[in-house]
Structures are given as C-alpha cells and as structure tokens.
C-alpha cells in the first residue's frame, strides 16, 4: 500500500498545490518548509521510490531535495556556476545550470549539468562524479566511453528499469544511450536539425532539439522533439513514430487523437505505471495527458501565463512555462513551473479519469489574410476538422460565412450570406479536411478600414460547439501604387555556395510596405558577381504567395563582361492585382569559375533602378574556413512585440564557436527590417563562464536600422557560446507580421544569421 502525504489527504483527486517555491526568484537556506522557500527557475523533476521529490533549481545551480514531510535542502551543488572536479562531495562542487534530473532504483541522481556539457552522478552517500561528457561541447563518435566523448548542452536524463542511462543531447540533435559498463552510444537522431518523416530507423532520422526523456516499463523511449512540436517514441528495435502533435505550434483542443492535436514547444516528460504519457507543453502553459490507446486530454493548466492561487481543480489553474514534469509513485503528478518559480503537485494525476469527448467535434482552421487592397481577391473562411473521436458525416455539416458591408463574394452572387454543405463526404478524426474558404473581395466603393466577417460551422449530429463560431476580421487599405523601385525593400535570401566549375543560385527577395501597389514600369536592373563568380543561365521571377498559388517565369536579360554583369529591363512589380500579391524572388544563376579560391566573397551589387545597391554574397567552397560560428535564435518567448513598444530585447542570437581557432574580435552588424529600429548604440552579451554581462559598443546608421559593432571583442574559444540581445523599439505604425532581424559577423562575413519576430496587433 501506498502512504499518501498529509495534504493529498486533504484535497480531492485532480487538485493543484504548490509542492515546492514561493513564487520570488533567489536563494534563501536549506532546511526549512519547501513551500516557504525560495527557488530560481525550476526546471527539472524528479520523484524517487520513498516519495522524495527532487529539483533541478538551474539558476540557483544546485540540485534540492524535498521530503516527503516538505522539508528542502540541498544535495548537489553549492550555488556557483562552473566546474571543479570529480569525487568529493557533491554539496561542495559546482554545477552549471542543471536542467533535469533523474534517479535510478538504487536512490542514484543523474544530472543534465548543462552547461559543463556533462552528465553528474550522485551515489546515495553523496558522492559526485562524472559519467558521460569531456566537458568540451560537440560531438566526435560513439561506441566509446562516456566520460571520454563530448556533449553539446545536455538537456535531460531518464533511467530505465536496466540501468541503461538516456541523454537528450540538446545542440547535437540527438539521443545518446549509455550501459551501466559506460559505453556510449546514439539512439535516435543523425545530428541534423530537423524533421523528415517516421516509420523508419530512428538513428537515421532527423530531430530538432530534443529536450524531454522518458522510458516506460516495456522499454519504449519518448523524446520530446521541441522544435518539431511533437513527441516521439521509439521501440526497443529502434523504430521511431510521432505519438503526439502534427508538427505545427499551437493548441487545438482535447479528447481526440494525440497525433492529430498541436503542441507548442513540448519538453518534460514522465510515464505512469498505467503506461499514460505526461507532456509539459511548455508554451501552451498546460500539461497534457497521452492515454495509451492515444487520446490527449489536459491534466494542468488553463493555458493562460501566470499564477493565480492553488487548492482548486489543476485544469482550471495556471501555469507559466510548465517545462518538467514527474509521476511519483502515489500518483501524484509534479510539474516544475518554470517561470512561477515553483514546483507544483497535482494530488492523484494519474487516477483522474477526464470526462469522455463528444460523438463528434468539428473546429476550424481559419483562412483569412491580415490586410487586404481594395478590387484584389482573396480567401476567407476555414478548413474544418474533426478531434472527436467518431467519423463526422459531411452530409450534416454546413459552413456559413457572413460577409461584413463591404465585401461581396468573388465567384457567387446570392449576397453577403455564403454557405457550403458537403454531401456524400466524412470526416474522419485527425484525417483530413472539408473546404470551408470562400474567394471574397473588398467592393470598389470600400473604405479603408477593417471589416468583420462571422463564420460558423453547423452541425446535425452530436457535436461540441463550444468552437463552431469565429469572428475573421480583414483590413482593407486602398493606396495608391507607387510608381518609384525605391518603396521596395530587397535583401539577399541565401548566401549560394558552390566548388569551383559547380553553380548555384542567389534568391532575392523584393518586399513593398503591407498592401501597398508597387508598380515602377521597366526599369534597367544591374548585378555584379561577387569575386569568383559569374552569372549562367536564365534569371527567372516568382510570386510565391499569390492567392492563386506560385506564379513564375523568365526575366529578359543581357550578360556582359565574361559573365561578371547580368542586365535585366523589366518592372519589378507587387500587390498591383491578384497574381503579384505578396513578395518577389528573383532567382540568379551563379558559377564558381575553375581556379577560384575558396572563401566567402561579399563584393556582388544589385543595383535595381533608382535604388542604392544592395550586397550580394556568395561562397566558394573547398577549404574550412578560419572561423565557423553556429548562430540560433533563443528566447523565443520574447519574439512578439506591438506596435509603440519600447525597450523591448525580441531578438536574442546564442553564438557557438563551431571552429577549431579562437574568435577574439570581428566586425558584427545587426539589421532591422521596416517597423524596427535599434534604441541604443551597444549590444548587451553575456558569455559562457562569466558572471556579468559585456557591453559591446557601436553605431547606429540607415535610420537608426542599422546597428554596426566595429571589431566587437566576442572572446570566444572553440565549443563556447555568447549570447548578444540589442535593445529595439517597435514603430507605433508597425505593420504586422512576421519580420526579419538579421546578424552578420566578420570582414567579409564568416557567419550569418537571422532572426523572426512577429509584430502583433
């Protein structure tokens, strides 16, 4: 029999409370009542065989421990960041920014010392030693000892029943196996960021930035694939499927299948003895619940950031980046609550049966464009979906789109009311859609403005209509077209790479204002080659999202000078009617001439009209470069910004020495897109190993959207990172949208990177 703790007494099943953490960030003592005490970014959890409870407090640098009786001290770490040795005790040594542990059935912690791109073990007497990880950040091969190969910022650690040890290998795109004799090997991923597809070998797929582990009782590994928005399992044969999520970020609903449902950013994950799946669906704020026949329900969280109270049910609570999570063996469910700086229980998790679903449950995936000109068509209206758990027959199903005075349909004439039925079709859950878009358009009378249209969808069955009706609303602007190159902004979309005698292609991409008619009239269009180069082939144009789909073809040209000169006479024009909507690519073929020197070459022009030249870039293959720098959006949560906001750090770029020499200074320079502008002549970075952050200084330039750091002392030695985040402020007209911030680091440019930022209303 199971001893439940005094408080699971007092709450019913299903009840939230705070286990651990009073909400402030910081360090008081040990000792003490873990309610009452102070933790600093909770990350990790885990739940031993006696009830204990176990945090990986990542600021705090330090591994606590929490008694069944709430009583909390420290058993790793001794709140400095760093790394001093092995085989002492592990109160006394240092960690850097634990990020999960484990504990295996000998009471053994295991430590994702992240930073020290390490794996710590602490024996029961406390005694701490290094098990998997040189310390050195990469990765050089398996089938080895542990201790003597790299890691690159391991993430989170699960034990199976074995002793096998698994390592979510963050940066290195993998998952590593350790045996219990200390051999090394990889499990899941090749190393590559990204997602192909499932079914196959799991070491011969592509994962991006696998974060959460956890193994059931018949040996299967779950992996919290975070970038790919979904959860995967692998078998013990080493086959790998998606269990949950469709790989698209966001939240749909509950009580359907777990594969046909989003997820945002999942991370933490823990499997009970009945073989249900936890997730911390880390951006959504709540933490779902994976039946084993694969039905998705919400155990915790509302899905609204914050900290309101505790003692009432969990999913009618908040949570605020809920990125661990662990079943203790009472049932109990624990979630490390990241950003509210606690650690919460929810009292009997795993025995909470959640209601049934309905017979059938439609939603939409709305269809409906942010700004539209007057006379141009466009699609409004939703794809519908079923997340029940039975077929939903199309003949009860009807679409009904009210249109807003001021819009009309563009392919029927019976007014403003629109509907769509779909006989003789069904709907299976999480398998396809029925077409509920319309072709509308503005009237030539509309005024500018923004006009609400009314969606609903109907149905005759069993069906939860808690999601049947959407508000879908348009703006019309009605500008006149510009007749000047110079309103278009154009930048260089790819850096081309390509051995001597080989080609390639340099995309650019032509941007106007949001829904403003660009429409300059044949215009002369100059590009040099960059150094080693010359132009081949045919330039050709693309319209990639017109309403109509991609519309392309060939751009009249002229070459000149043995290839180094293409001329182009024709009219780079957007958003004059329906089939120009959206952005221009032109694509340029390029060609390495035979005998070019390897290196990137920055001196290629693209001077269009009227308009100052714009850089193009392009890389002759063949020999390493001195210098290679992996650079990675991070802080994700900070990319959303509104119009008038001021102070703002949207963009954080985490820079990794990926080379073998030293970068002490390089010339760096950030860009902004229009409705961005940087507030200050500096960069704040903050380095790996230092305790305070830098202040790179610079200058600003092209209305304050250029920000130029002249030999900024980066100081990083191979396998370190930096992070630099500059200061922006938003337009108070800013359109929105997703947006481009860009970074350039070198002369000429060793590393590029960019950066998305969605500006919302």
Do not use: C
């Amino acid at each position: 029999m199971t001893t439940r703790t005094p408080a699971a007494a007092v709450f019913p099943d299903g009840t939230i409370i705070t286990a651990a953490g009073n909400g402030e960030a910081g360090f008081v003592v040990d000792g003490g009542p873990a309610v009452g005490t102070k933790l600093n970014t909770p990350r990790g959890v885990a739940a031993d065989r006696e009830g204990n409870l176990y945090i990986a407090d990542l600021s705090n640098h330090r591994i606590r421990k929490v008694t069944p009786g709430g009583i909390i001290t420290t058993v790793a770490g001794n709140g400095q960041a760093g790394f001093v040795s092995d085989g002492g005790p592990a109160v006394a040594t240092k960690l850097h920014t634990p990020q999960s542990v484990a504990v295996d059935g000998s009471g053994n912690l295991y430590i994702a010392d992240y930073g020290n791109h390490r794996i710590r073990k602490v024996t029961p007497d406390g005694i701490i030693t290094t098990v998997a990880g040189n310390g050195q950040a990469g990765f050089v091969s398996d089938g080895g000892p542990a201790v003597a190969t790299k890691l690159h910022y391991p993430i989170d650690v699960a034990v199976d029943g074995s002793g096998n040890l698994y390592i979510a290998d963050y940066h290195n795109h993998r998952v590593r196996k350790m045996t219990p004799d200390g051999i090394i090997t990889t499990v899941a991923g090749n190393g590559q960021a990204g997602f192909v597809s499932d079914g196959g070998p799991a070491v011969a797929t592509k994962l991006n930035y696998p974060w959460g582990l956890a193994v059931d009782e018949d040996g299967n590994l779950y992996i919290g694939d975070r970038y790919n928005h979904r959860v995967r399992k692998v078998t013990p044969a080493g086959i790998i499927t998606t269990v949950a999520g469709t790989g698209q970020a966001g939240y749909v609903a509950d009580g359907g299948p777990a594969v046909a449902t989003s997820l945002h950013y999942p991370t933490g994950l823990a499997v009970d003895g009945a073989g249900n799946l936890y997730i911390g669906d880390g951006h959504n704020h709540r933490v779902r619940k994976v039946t084993p026949n694969g039905n998705v329900t919400t155990v915790a969280g509302n899905g609204i950031a914050g900290y309101v109270a505790d003692g009432g049910p969990a999913v009618g609570q908040q949570l605020y980046y809920p990125y661990s999570v662990a079943v203790a063996p009472s049932g109990d469910l624990y979630i490390g609550d990241n950003n509210n700086h606690r650690v919460r229980k929810v009292i009997g998790a795993a025995t909470v049966t959640p209601p049934p679903p309905p017979i059938a449950d439609l939603y939409g995936e709305l269809v409906l464009p942010v700004m539209v000109p007057r006379r141009q068509e466009f699609d409004l209206g939703a794809r519908v979906h079923n997340r029940g758990p039975a077929i939903a027959s199309g003949e009860h199903i009807t679409v009904v789109l009210t249109l807003a005075d001021g819009l009309e349909s563009a392919r029927e004439n019976n007014g403003r009311r629109l509907t769509r039925t779909f006989p003789g079709t069904d709907l299976a859950p999480g398998k396809g859609s029925l077409d509920g878009v319309f072709r509308v358009r503005a009237v030539d009378t509309a005024a500018p403005g923004t006009y609400e249209s009314t969606l609903e969808i109907q149905y005759g069955g069993d069906l939860n209509l808690k999601d049947n009706s959407f508000t879908l609303p348009v703006t019309v602007v009605v500008p006149e077209p510009v007749a000047d190159e110079r309103a278009l902004t154009i930048y260089q979309e790819n850096i081309p790479e390509a051995a001597p005698g080989q080609s390639a292609r340099v995309l650019l991409r032509f941007v106007s204002p949001v829904g403003q008619p660009v429409n300059p009239g044949i215009i002369t269009q100059r590009f040099t080659a960059p150094t080693g180069f010359v132009f081949t082939g045919t330039p050709t144009y693309t319209y990639p999202d017109t309403v109509q789909g991609a519309i392309s073809g060939q751009l009249g040209h002229e070459i000149y000078d043995s290839g180094r000169t293409l001329v182009v006479r024709d009219n780079p024009h957007l958003n004059t009617t329906d089939t120009d909507a959206g952005t221009l690519v032109y694509s340029l073929g390029l060609q390495a001439q035979p005998g070019a020197a390897p290196g990137l070459a920055s001196d290629g022009s693209a001077s269009i009209g009227q308009r100052a030249p714009v850089q193009i870039l392009a890389k002759v293959t063949g020999a390493a470069a001195e210098h290679t720098v992996r650079i990675v959006q991070s802080r994700l949560d900070q990319s959303r910004v509104r119009p008038g906001q001021q102070w703002a750090y949207p963009v954080v770029f985490t820079l990794t020495n990926t080379g073998k020499t030293r970068i002490g200074s390089a010339d760096t320079v950030f860009t902004a897109p229009e409705g961005l502008w940087f507030t200050e002549n500096r960069v704040m970075m903050s380095s790996e190993g230092a305790t305070e952050e830098t202040e790179l200084t610079g200058q600003r330039s092209n209305g304050n959207r250029t920000l130029t750091l002249q030999g900024a002392a980066l100081d990083l030695n191979p396998g370190k990172w930096a992070v630099l985040y500059p200061e922006m402020e938003v337009d108070s007209d800013a359109p929105t949208g997703a947006v481009r911030v860009g970074i350039r680091i070198g002369t000429p440019p060793f590393a590029t990177g960019n950066a998305t930022v969605t500006i919302e209303a």
